[in-house]
Each structure stands twice: as structure tokens, then as C-alpha cells.
């Protein structure tokens, strides 16, 4: 199993302060790794556990990953708490809006495309150049995607995020072979239906993407951490430009 620790090593995911990038950030945790968080909330109480649980460094910075002088501030701090160092980074703030495409307006397409399709590519290059300046032999990135950047959602209106997640998806190997002559491996998560502050509004959805999914169940934030630590660790050191999807089934079935 020690391909899969990340002791020693420094990650910085987006969105950390719940849901899905929280799950991240406490997996990583567990596997070693010292965690910096970015969002634009303050972290939800699991955050301040994880430093408690597993013995390794913490930090959380409010930052607007649409802005990008509040993401380079951002990293201005970090590089300075962390020393410079950076192994993993894990874009995955975002935000969806359940909109008729006929209906849209354009400022709601131009927020989800704000945060993201630019705050991930930003985030992604500003961690590229820490990564390339710091010299990590362990550089690993990994795109937040989403099931919608395969398919429609089915129970929402979901146009505007659904070409965003294809965004995501569509550059990661793109951006993975710029960054293979650094030694950085970029990678993305697709995850499927997972009950967080984002889908749990709509307990209706819950209920009916039940029978969407091949094993019959929404996922929770812990099912879809294993699959972020593995990325991120040199136990899947030959996976470069991949997306992994981690969705119950729904995309097969
Ligand atoms: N929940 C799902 O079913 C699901 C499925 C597939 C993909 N995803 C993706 O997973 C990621 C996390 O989503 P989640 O379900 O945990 O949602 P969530 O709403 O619980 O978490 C999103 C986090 O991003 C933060 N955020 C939003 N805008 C930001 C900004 N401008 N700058 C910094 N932080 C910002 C929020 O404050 C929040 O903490 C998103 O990219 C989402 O698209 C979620």
C-alpha cells in the first residue's frame, strides 16, 4: 500500500469547504498529506477535524476561483504558508444552476462559466507553475468533471453546466500533455449523483436518480475520496490525461 501514501506531500483543493472537495481534502489527509483549502465559504465544521484526525497541516483561504487576482492572491499566501511546496492539486469548486436552455440568461451561463471552466483552467495553470517552479517529482492534478459532461441530466435543466464539465473534461488531456515533460500528471474525476450542499435542495432528484443508477444508490462525499487519493498518488503513476468516473454505473446503464 505504500504507493498510495501521500505522506510528505502538500495538497490544495478548491471548493474544500464541503461536499465533494471536503471529502478530497479529508482523504488526502488521511493518506498523509498536509491540505490547503480555497473557497469562498468558511469550512464546514469537518474541515477543522482533519488536522485533529491524521496529524497533518492545514490551512483555508477565502478565494473566488472566477477572480483571478483572488486566485493568485490566494496562492500568494499559500506559497508563503507552505513554503513553496505543492505535489496535488484538486480543482473542484463549482456550481450549477437548474435553467431551461431556452430560458437562460446569459449572466447565469457567464457564472457557471466563471467558475467552472476558467477557475479550474486558472487554478490548474497556477498550480502547474508552482509545481514546475517548486521542481515536485510527485506533481498530480485532477479536474473536477462531472457525469454531465457525458450526458444529459435526465431530472434537471442543466444545459449551461453540462457544457462547462465538458470543458473540464475536454482539456484535461490536452493540459496533461504540456505538462508530461514536468513530470506532472493531470487527470479528472467524473463523479456521478452525490448528495452534497448542491443536489440536497432538491430531495425529489434524490429520490428519482435511484432508479438512474445501476447500484440503485446516490453516492455519499466518502464514495468518490478513494478514487481522488489514488490519482493523486504513485499508485497510478501511469495515468496521465484519463478521466475517471466514479458514478454508481449511471453512464453504462
Ligand atoms: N454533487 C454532485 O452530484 C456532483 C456530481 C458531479 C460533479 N460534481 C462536482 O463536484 C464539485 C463539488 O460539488 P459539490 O457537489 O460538492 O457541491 P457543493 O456546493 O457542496 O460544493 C461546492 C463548493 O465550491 C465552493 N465554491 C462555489 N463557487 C466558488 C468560487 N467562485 N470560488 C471558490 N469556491 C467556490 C462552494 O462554496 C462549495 O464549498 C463541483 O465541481 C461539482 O460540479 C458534483
Known amino acids: ?8 506531500r502538500t495538497a490544495l483543493v478548491t471548493g474544500g469547504a464541503r461536499g465533494c472537495g471536503l471529502a478530497f481534502a479529508e482523504g488526502l489527509a ?12 468558511p469550512p464546514t465544521e469537518g474541515f477543522f477535524e482533519i488536522e485533529k484526525i491524521h496529524g497533518v497541516k492545514t490551512r483555508h483561504y477565502v478565494v473566488d476561483v472566477s477572480s483571478i487576482s483572488s486566485l493568485e492572491e490566494g496562492f500568494r499566501a499559500f506559497k508563503e504558508d507552505f513554503n513553496g511546496a505543492l505535489d496535488i492539486c484538486v480543482p473542484c469548486a463549482g ?4 435553467v431551461a436552455f431556452l430560458d437562460t440568461p446569459p449572466e447565469e451561463f457567464e457564472r457557471l462559466v466563471g467558475v467552472n471552466i476558467r477557475g479550474v483552467y486558472y487554478t490548474a495553470q497556477l498550480a502547474a507553475r508552482a509545481m514546475v517552479a517548486n521542481k515536485t517529482i510527485h506533481g498530480s ?16 435543466l442543466s444545459s449551461a453546466y453540462c457544457g462547462t464539465k465538458g470543458a473540464v473534461r475536454a482539456m484535461c488531456p490536452a493540459i496533461a500533455a504540456e505538462l508530461v515533460k ?26 428519482s436518480w435511484k432508479d438512474e443508477i445501476m447500484n440503485g444508490r446516490v453516492a455519499m462525499p466518502e464514495d468518490i475520496r478513494g478514487g481522488c ?6 499508485a497510478s503513476s501511469y495515468m496521465t490525461g484519463q478521466d475517471l ?7 453504462k446503464w
Open 1 to 8: 500500500m505504500s504507493r498510495f501514501s501521500l505522506k510528505g
Open 30 to 41: 488521511e493518506a498523509g498529506a498536509d491540505v490547503a483549502i480555497f473557497d469562498i465559504i
Open 95 to 98: 456550481v450549477n444552476k437548474n
Open 141 to 156: 492534478i485532477i479536474l473536477v468533471a462531472s457525469i454531465a459532461s457525458y450526458m444529459a441530466i435526465r431530472s434537471q
Open 182 to 207: 514536468y513530470g506532472i500528471r493531470v487527470n479528472s474525476i467524473s463523479p456521478g449523483y452525490v448528495c452534497t450542499g448542491m443536489t440536497v435542495p432538491f430531495p425529489h432528484l434524490l429520490e
Open 229 to 234: 487519493v489514488f490519482l493523486a498518488s504513485d
Open 245 to 251: 468516473c466514479i458514478d454508481g454505473g449511471v453512464t
